[in-house]
């Protein structure tokens, strides 16, 4: 199992960013995936969903400037960041949802892509 996310960066306040991230093991198109993030000293939190059948959801914080995607042929889920505040800054990862992948009895993350927010 490997969960590569990419797409990272230095931005502006109200710059954009377009994270993807390739999953590989995981049964991909049978999956609802999922991006969450975790800042310095906070919990791991969730910020956008797509079901397996392509419909999404997004926190209320990320909601009319995140856009998340997918492409199975590509095994590959993307999250079109806009309009980025400071409170964006974290590394992002991506996972299955509701239920993360597992991988030697853990729960896998992958290594995660920083998004860093700053002027």
């Known amino acids: 199992v490997q969960l590569q996310a990419s797409g990272g960066g230095l931005v502006q306040p109200g710059g954009s960013l377009r994270l993807s991230c390739a999953a590989s093991?995981?049964?991909?198109?049978?999956?609802?995936m999922g991006w969450y993030r975790q800042a310095p000293e906070n919990e791991r939190e969730l910020v956008a969903v797509?079901?397996?059948?392509?419909?999404?959801t997004y926190a209320d914080s990320v909601k009319g400037r995140f856009t998340i995607s997918r492409d199975n042929t590509k095994n590959t889920v993307y999250l079109q960041m806009n309009s980025l505040k400071f409170e964006d800054t974290a590394v992002y990862y991506c996972n299955t949802w509701p239920r993360t992948v597992r991988r030697g009895g853990a729960d896998y993350w992958g290594q995660g892509t920083q998004v860093t927010v700053s002027s």
């Open positions: 797509i079901s397996e059948f392509g419909f999404p």
């Open positions: 093991g995981v049964r991909f198109s049978d999956n609802n």
